[in-house]
């Protein structure tokens, strides 16, 4: 992780002097689609020299469902472990959510409420065996 935020992931804009990374929970992203599909939970580690209010903006591409594809689902959102939002998404609209990190490293853990799921198995004739739950076209941190 470049800690000054030089250096983001593909997708993921922030401020230049936050660091951000995505560790773990996560696809490739997909330059010809312009999404990041997330797993059952998806990890952004976050660091910044001192406390600070952030926002969080996540748009949905496609949202993946016991029975398909749906448009709309929860997310809920956790710093540290300790739950900080429950957020309805819906498809093409941008979602804004709240997070406060103290200086240093923070975790931030999103989970979409519906779970993630195998298109394989959920969607005839996809031949994806990943498990996923979200498509993510914008990730984006911005201060408060």
């Known amino acids: 992780m470049d800690i000054h935020g030089s250096d983001l992931p593909p997708a993921v804009s922030a401020p230049a002097n936050l660091g951000v990374a995505l560790p773990a929970g996560w696809y490739d992203y997909e330059a010809e689609r312009g999404v990041r599909w997330m797993q059952d939970e998806g990890m952004l580690l976050l660091y910044s ?30 710093i540290e472990g300790a739950p900080v939002a429950i957020a309805d998404v819906r498809v093409g609209r941008v979602t804004l959510l709240p997070l406060a990190i103290a ?23 996809s031949g994806d065996a990943r498990r996923v739950s979200l498509a993510l076209s914008k990730i984006e941190l911005s201060d408060e």
């Open 49 to 78: 020299d001192t406390p600070r209010r952030l926002w969080l903006a996540l748009q949905p591409a496609s949202i993946l469902g016991p029975a398909g594809l749906v448009d709309h689902d929860r997310v809920s959102v956790a």
């Open 103 to 125: 200086a240093g490293f923070s975790r931030v853990s999103l989970r979409l409420e519906g779970g993630a799921h195998v298109p394989a198995e959920v969607i005839a004739g």
